[in-house]
T-cell receptor
Framework: QKEVEQDPGPLSVPEGAIVSLNCTYS??????FMWYRQYSRKGPELLMY????GNKEDGRFTAQVDKSSKYISLFIRDSQPSDSATYLC????????????FGTGTQLKVEL | EAGVTQSPTHLIKTRGQQATLRCSPI?????VYWYQQALGLGLQFLLW???????NRGNFPPRFSGRQFPNYSSELNVNALELEDSALYLC????????????FGPGTRLTVL
């Protein structure tokens, strides 16, 4: 079993839709949770960074962490064609050798 | 501010050869990380260098090695290339603690024929 599971998609939504992207994990020691966005032929760029359980909002993006369920989510409101990319969840622990453990990524396409 | 840069963009090698990939971190960052992104597998942690020393290593064979230079740039070497080494190799840099954001470069696409 992988430490981090993520539905690979692809996920196709109409412009303006609310998108929900999710990851589950098995290691309860994970403390820091990130969402990266990766456009085709580019490196991942950090979208959201959260610590422990709760919600964090940044513009159209909301990250949610539920440590009791070992489940994290990224919500995108009013999705735009420019949001079409692969979304990767990542997580790490203090003292874990700075290693980020990633999900396999969900490919999102927002259609006009 | 310049981001993380990697060279070359693409690299084509044959089985058994050696590949050398290079990375320049963001100015002020002392830590460099290497990840492998193979099709369908997601990003897998390879190596972490900080202040010229290897600090952590992922679950990869010893033929994956690297180094960090005094100017904090880094090199990843892959010896005795195998077909399954074909992947996008991503370099990231950070200030060095577990909670500091890792900023990624565009990657080097390695193809092993």
């Amino acid at each position: 079993q992988k430490e981090v599971e993520q539905d690979p998609g692809p996920l196709s939504v109409p412009e303006g839709a609310i998108v929900s992207l999710n990851c589950t994990y098995s290691n309860s020691a994970f403390q820091y949770f990130m969402w990266y966005r990766q456009y085709s032929r580019k490196g991942p760029e950090l979208l959201m960074y959260t610590y422990s359980s709760g919600n964090k909002e940044d513009g159209r993006f909301t990250a949610q962490v539920d440590k009791s369920s070992k489940y994290i989510s990224l919500f995108i409101r009013d999705s735009q064609p420019s949001d079409s990319a692969t979304y990767l969840c990542a997580m790490t622990i203090t003292g874990g050798g700075n290693k980020l453990t990633f999900g396999t990524g969900t490919q999102l396409k927002v259609e006009l | 501010e310049a981001g993380v840069t990697q060279s070359p963009t693409h690299l084509i090698k044959t089985r058994g050869q050696q590949a050398t990939l290079r990375c320049s971190p963001i100015s002020g960052h002392t830590s460099v990380y290497w990840y492998q992104q193979a099709l369908g597998l997601g990003l897998q942690f390879l190596l972490w260098y900080d202040e010229g020393e290897e600090r952590n290593r992922g679950n990869f064979p010893p033929r994956f090695s690297g180094r960090q230079f005094p100017n904090y740039s880094s090199e990843l070497n892959v010896n005795a290339l195998e077909l399954e080494d074909s992947a996008l190799y991503l370099c990231a840099s950070s200030l060095g603690t577990a909670t500091d954001t890792q900023y990624f470069g565009p990657g080097t696409r390695l193809t092993v024929l």
